[in-house]
């Protein structure tokens, strides 16, 4: 089951990440054998939510300042209501992601994980879900919006929400090897 | 003072609102003489946020199940990243904000309260302000969004964050006179 030896994925996250949508897929990449590094606007601990409450933190590997999208085959998108709402505020995290694009890298998104999608305009054209509170934003960007656990469109990946969770990262692993 | 005595406003909000951007108005508006009700899909009381926590309560005066548009001389609409995200999934939320623009009343939205006229599909060709994170959605959406404490676009008043409430206020009840 190391399939992923010598990959590495990045995840983006800040505080407001709903807790699964981030764990998750880093211990199913690592027990994949990828290297799986947690990057941020923010320096030191990011919070996670969780069933509409603060819940549990995670180390920062490498603030978004220090990061090189070079680096990594894969960026991964956790969702959860504030997180996403806080990084697409900040250029550096959109002209991060909006890179992984231009470089025809993998991106995976859940959730509310797409928004940041939204301001690096890069769905316009794709075929993608999301949770389904910003449908309507991903339509008017652009994108075609369907209902399923998760949507492959080449190297964007896309999922609904944390009921899908086994879905994606199959998928992300899938596309990585 | 009493300038909006007879007058009705209806707040609509859920769990998650931003405090100052519900409390406030309500205040502003009832010192002007008006009578303000708190609608909600949710019955009892709803919790606001506040500076990155959860905060106090208020109650709910009428469910919208039981709530009809003909009965308010306005729709006010507060923020909070939570508030609006789960409005925008309930139908009924999507169906009252839009009457009021049906029938021509006033609608007051603040921060991520324009998040519910994306749904409502009432934004197109409006000139608007928002909380800044949700300005490409707005956009995306057919507004003319701009960087201003409050936009008055004949019966559509919005402003970007707490710190624009006087503005808010003070618009809301000149519109409403």
Redesign the interface.
């Known amino acids: 089951m190391e399939n992923l030896k010598g990959k590495k994925a990045a995840i983006l996250a800040t505080n407001g990440f709903e807790e699964s949508e981030l764990f998750e897929p880093k211990k199913a990449l690592e027990n994949s054998g990828a290297e799986v590094t947690v990057i941020s606007p923010e320096r030191g601990n990011i919070k996670a939510w969780r069933h509409g409450?603060?819940s549990k933190e995670i180390g920062v590997d490498i603030t978004i300042d220090n990061a090189s999208v070079n680096d990594y085959d894969c960026l991964i998108l956790p969702g959860g209501?504030?997180n996403p709402?806080?990084l697409?505020?900040n250029s550096k995290a959109v002209d991060f992601a909006r890179r992984f694009f231009e470089n025809n890298r993998l991106v995976a998104a859940i959730c509310?994980g797409p928004q940041l999608l939204?301001?690096a305009e890069v769905v316009s054209g794709r075929t993608m879900t999301s949770f389904?509170?910003i449908r309507?934003?991903l339509e008017?960007?652009?994108a075609n919006w369907i209902d399923s656990e998760v949507v492959v469109d080449d190297k964007l990946i896309t999922s609904r929400n944390p009921g899908d969770l086994e879905a994606f990262n199959r998928r992300i692993i899938e596309k990585m090897i």
Chains 1, 2 share one sequence.
């Open positions: 409450n603060w209501v504030i709402d806080k697409r505020r509310h939204i301001d389904h509170a309507k934003d008017n960007a652009g």
